[in-house]
């Protein structure tokens, strides 16, 4: 949200308004206003533009980097023990639940478009990348339980000292499944780093340089 902003008007002098207030606000910094007045139809009237610039810090110290440390949290449950499916599932689903709610709080406070936002396109992946998670530890412990009942039991006689296997230990087939997952989730994950990092700077140079653009022609009017 913009806050009210105070500004005195004289057509008189320089561009016909002053600013009055702080230019630095929350998310956004004021680096211009306009002022314009015309005649339309034997009725005078005034507008005042306000250019804003994106205080892209106040995103990343209050909403890429907490999503972020979110999903690696969910991804760390990869490296639970894989027979502690109860642990593995609660916080991952936390972690999902934690993020959708963030999401759903920074919409409101962001001005409403009818396209997708490059804020949000962020938070589906990342959300993605919490439910894919989860159901690829929910196939883990799906394979690990059928690997389990569809195992034989090993008969050894009662004077045999080797220490017995554990029945509930994973089979090599459901660590090296895991091992898959991570690996796999790793890479997805750096994907949408690498991806998301220079698109967003991008973003912001091209915003930043069109308006100077604009700036340059408007002078360029008035000059003539």
């Not at 009055?20 to 034997?42: A, M, P, Q």
Request: overall charge neutral; glycine content about 4%.
């Amino acid at each position: 949200m913009i806050p009210l902003i105070a500004a005195s008007f004289n057509p008189q002098e320089g561009d016909g308004v002053s600013f009055l207030g702080t230019r630095y606000l929350l998310e956004y910094y004021l680096r211009k206003e306009i002022y314009t007045s015309f005649v339309d139809h034997n009725a005078s009237i005034a507008g005042l533009e306000l250019w804003f610039k994106n205080q892209y810090r106040y995103y990343i110290g209050n909403v890429m980097l907490p999503s972020v440390m979110l999903v690696i949290l969910c991804y760390v449950t990869l490296y639970f023990d894989i027979n502690d499916f109860n642990d593995r599932i609660m916080v991952s689903l936390t972690s999902l639940l934690v993020l959708v709610t963030f999401f759903t709080d920074t919409s409101q406070k962001i001005p409403r478009t009818s396209y997708l936002k490059l804020i949000d396109v962020w938070f589906v992946c990342l959300m993605f990348e919490d439910f894919f998670v989860i159901l690829s530890i929910v196939y883990i412990e799906y394979v690990h339980r059928k690997t389990l009942f569809g195992s034989f039991v090993r008969v050894q006689p009662a004077d045999f000292k080797a220490e017995a296997p554990n029945p509930a230990a994973p089979s090599p087939y459901v660590k090296k499944l895991n091992r898959h997952m991570r690996t796999a989730f790793t890479c997805s994950l750096s994907l949408v780093l690498l991806v998301f990092i220079p698109i967003g700077a991008y973003n912001l140079n091209v915003n930043y340089h069109g308006m100077s653009l604009a700036e340059a022609k408007q002078q360029e009017q008035k000059a003539a």
